[in-house]
């Protein structure tokens, strides 16, 4: 019987060591997957903490080269990975145009783009382009199953949502007219939009408090708008606490597509819902 690499070989055209190295690197059903997980999720908390070090101006004086060196490190070692996870899939373009994709391009590009601009005027923008070094640590929510499930449910109950704030819309707009004529421009209601903005403010709880009502008519109104943003703020909770107990129901394992590598597949999925890529190579016997 061919074995479960071999077959991979052959349904994905990928060679012996590109399907280890995509076992390993999308794959979290291994000792090998988790074991790289680990060390690449310590990594990049590492990487993170020497950035933030780096921007406190008295730590950067005392340790200012050991940041740097670090930095280029960690810069050298999340490259050869990055180069790795393209030459581990089959349909690396594909793979490099997703979000992680970009989010892993995002994390080395600024060091290399902060060598090659000159000058003490580009300073700021090498600031610049050393917070966005952080976005790294967006590359955790690949290893974190709990994550798949928020995102799924945040999928799913998004026409829910949009419906709401459709309404929510719809309530500002008319509240924010009705106490621009209650109030008008003597009271600081100078224009609808300024009405409406105070509207937003106020159904939402926060009160700024920079523009309120004078008149009885348009107090009556605040309160009626206050007690109604209370009455609001469970719904979208309620509809995203309501999705994600529908996800935590449907079974999912950790497979990492060959194709683009995505994981979050069912249990008994052949190919993956995202790219149509086999997924048999990676759990037949």
Not at 60 to 82: A, K
Not at 211 to 226: D, R, Y
Request: glycine letters at 8%; aromatic letters at 12%; hydrophobic letters at 50%.
């Amino acid at each position: 019987m061919i074995d479960r690499r071999r077959r991979f070989e052959q349904a994905e055209g990928l060679s012996n060591w590109r399907a280890k190295a995509n076992e390993i690197i999308f794959g979290a059903d291994t000792f090998a997957g988790k074991l790289f997980d680990i060390l690449l999720i310590v990594a990049i908390l590492i990487s993170v903490a020497v950035v933030m070090a780096d921007s406190v101006p008295s730590l950067d004086r005392r340790y200012h080269l050991l940041w740097l060196w670090m930095e280029r490190g960690f810069t050298i070692l999340f490259t050869i990975e990055y180069i790795v996870r393209l030459m581990s899939v089959s349909r690396p373009v594909r793979y490099a145009f997703s979000f992680y994709g970009m989010v892993d391009l995002l994390s080395i590009l600024p060091t290399y783009l902060s060598v090659l601009i000159p000058g003490v005027n580009s300073f700021l923008v090498l600031r610049i382009l050393r917070v966005l070094r952080v976005f790294r640590v967006l590359r955790l929510m690949h290893y974190i199953g709990e994550a798949e499930v928020m995102t799924l449910a945040i999928r799913q109950s998004l026409r829910k949502i949009l419906v709401f704030l459709y309404a929510v819309l719809t309530m500002v707009v008319v509240f924010g007219s009705l106490m621009y004529v209650v109030e008008g421009s003597e009271n600081g209601f100078s224009s609808i939009p300024k009405a409406i903005y105070w509207a937003i403010v106020t159904l939402t709880t926060v009160g700024y408090g920079d523009v309120v009502p004078h008149t009885p008519l348009g107090q009556f109104i605040a309160s009626a708008v206050m007690i109604m943003g209370y009455a609001i703020i469970a719904v979208p909770t309620g509809i995203y606490a309501a999705e994600i107990s529908q996800v935590m129901t449907t079974r999912r394992d950790a497979r990492g597509c060959p194709g683009c590598g995505k994981t979050g597949h069912d249990v008994n999925a052949h190919y993956c819902k995202f790219c149509g890529t086999s997924l048999d190579p990676l759990h037949q016997e």
